[in-house]
């Protein structure tokens, strides 16, 4: 806004003009030149004569060697799109790694990201009908494709990354490729993965040829904790402030946390201590990075440390192989994961903070010899690494609910699914209890064919359970009418992480406004929404409420594209039909709640002499709490409501204790049963 620093003249504004020309083209120069030193450049024409030669191979390689931004490159390059007819498709396990690889490659192609090469995530397609040659897109994503697109006919090349991260969506993509290379012999496959598993691919693909990809790599010291640490973030905040003030700059920092609330932590303490300190040490720039952190904060991580600075990565491990910083000299490492675990037989499914394997470790340690010799310290014991750590990580397919991909599958026409290929087999009680998630929700009829409530499921781009609850709210007698409210609470569900702004203080701050006038998350979150929507989609709102503007953005538009799919499959017309009876929220409540626990029956919680206690499970439950972010907990401390009798949770989380998170109180006993007869029934009787 300063006018002083328009341009006064025609010649000042040339001179201004080459500038910025020159600018240009020294940065398209860098990036030329960055591209050629990367070790897989040297492979190039090798790579692209094995991918001709072969149907599918193997690529293996070092972090960092360039297999995610410049392989589907050179195949662009070479005419694998034939002029724009085909397009390449390259799946990443991780929505971060998807949107910022693809931004990253538009940058290097010296294209806007969206047109040529674009990305899709579920709920977000930056893409362009007839234009996007080459797709970033988690592995779930392409999944779906197969729904619409059972031979992936539109494309030429499918690129697996990362795919020793063994996912639920990579495992069964490996499959269903499997099934369909022999009807597609132009299709070529490369399935891209660090060096664990590599054999087991190629083993799966009939042998198929392994290419190594050798990367550079400096040796990296490894200290070990003497005693276990019973406090591994203290830990990691002192030993980043030991490297600090005793290590020369340049040289940044990586460390490993498991998850967005860590790492706040993490940037909290560490941002407190700075302070203290004041000018006795160099800056700090603190970097967080984690599925959920808004996109414009991401490339932060990417941003060239200025000299006299240290950067401090504080990531969860999405740093470990699908994204490459430069300039990382120290790895911190406490060792831990954030992992799905579910347990079939009692039907729950909990996120859990578990050691990592071996095969992590020592690839988190080699994050830092990527620019020159460096140090990792590991906040655990040596004798915990060679004793207790296993050696590789177990696949998702064998710890999680396989509900969804059943059904998916199921939907593909896919009938014997003990002879469906993958690289491990889940157990059969696993299968089992998908069949019976599946039959209980409906999408299953009694011989365990898919019903049209089933197709219906699928076609919703959410989980079967959530497709249950919207089908309910728009069509069951006690609950219809209630679909928009019912959409905009399973839209936000979907980021609750960060709808408010953090800070236990900020939270009661914020709710307090509404606390007294709801009982539950769920219309927590509808309330916020709709305050939200009545101010217009005001931004100065979301600030003085203190809720996060971009989240909301983010909630609105999941909503608004869980509003079309419901459109299409007829549910809006059959849930206005009734909303045009009912009136106002009150009304509304009973309906929503219903609705949820349609979708959710194992997730319900009774209470008895000793607090909460899990049902629907065959084989007992366990005793869960209620969260204390939950505004249940905070209405019972409060004293503001009598403890109800019945909760319906969403997720559990089991840190000091079994935590319940985003809570609804089920008001009437009867409505278990109204909505899910046979379920809770069937329930009681194996108990008694
Ligand atoms: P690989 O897939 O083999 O691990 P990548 O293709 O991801 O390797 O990375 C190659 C190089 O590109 C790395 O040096 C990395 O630092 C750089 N790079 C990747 N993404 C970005 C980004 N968003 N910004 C800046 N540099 C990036
Ligand atoms: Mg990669």
Known sequence: DDESALPETHSELDQKLVEELDREQTRLQIIHDTRKSLPVYKFRNPLLSAIREHQVLIVVGE????????LPQYLVEEGFTQGGKFQIACTQPRRVAATSVAARVADEMDVILGKEVGYSIRFDDKTTLDTTILKYMTDGMLLREFMTDPELKKYACIIIDEAHERTLATDVLLGLLKDILPHRKDLKLIISSATMNAAKFADFFYDAPIFNVPGRRFPVDIHYTLQPEANYLNAAVTTIFQIHTTQPAPGDILVFLTGQEEIEAAQQSLEEIAHVLGSKIKPLIIAPIYANLPQEQ????????????????????????????????????????????????????????VPCSRASVDQRAGRAGRVGPGKCFRIFTKWSYYH?????????????????????????????LLDFPLLDKPSIPALSKALENLYTLGALNSKGAITRLGRMMCELPCEPEFGKVLHIAATHDSCKGSLEEVITIVAMLHETASVFVQGKADRDQNKSGIIGKVSSDHMLYLETYNNWKDMNYSKSW??????????????????????????NLGLVAVNDQASKTL???ENLEPRIIKSFIAGFPSNIAKLGTSGYHTMGARQGGVDVSVHPTSIVFQALRKDMAKPSKFILYQRLVLTSREFMRDCVPIPREEWLNEMVPHFFKSVNRQRS
């Open 542 to 567: 979301c600030f003085d409420h203190k809720v996060q503007f971009k989240t909301l953005v983010r909630v609105r538009n999941i909503r608004d594209q869980l509003w079309r799919c419901c459109d």
């Open 388 to 416: 207790e750590l296993e050696l590789l990580p177990k696949p998702e397919i064998l710890r999680t609910n396989l509900s969804q991909v059943v059904l998916l599958l199921m939907s593909l026409g896919v009938t014997d």
């Open 63 to 70: 972090t960092g060697s360039g297999k995610t931004t410049q």
């Open 298 to 353: 991401q490339s932060r991580i990417f941003e060239p440390t200025p000299t006299d600075c240290r950067k401090v990565v504080l990531a969860t491990n999405i740093a470990e192989t699908s994204l490459t910083i430069d300039g990382i000299k120290f790895v911190i490492d406490p060792g831990f994961v954030k992992e799905n675990s579910y347990i079939p037989s009692t039907g729950m499914s909990q996120l859990l903070t």
């Open 583 to 585: 009136g106002n929220l």
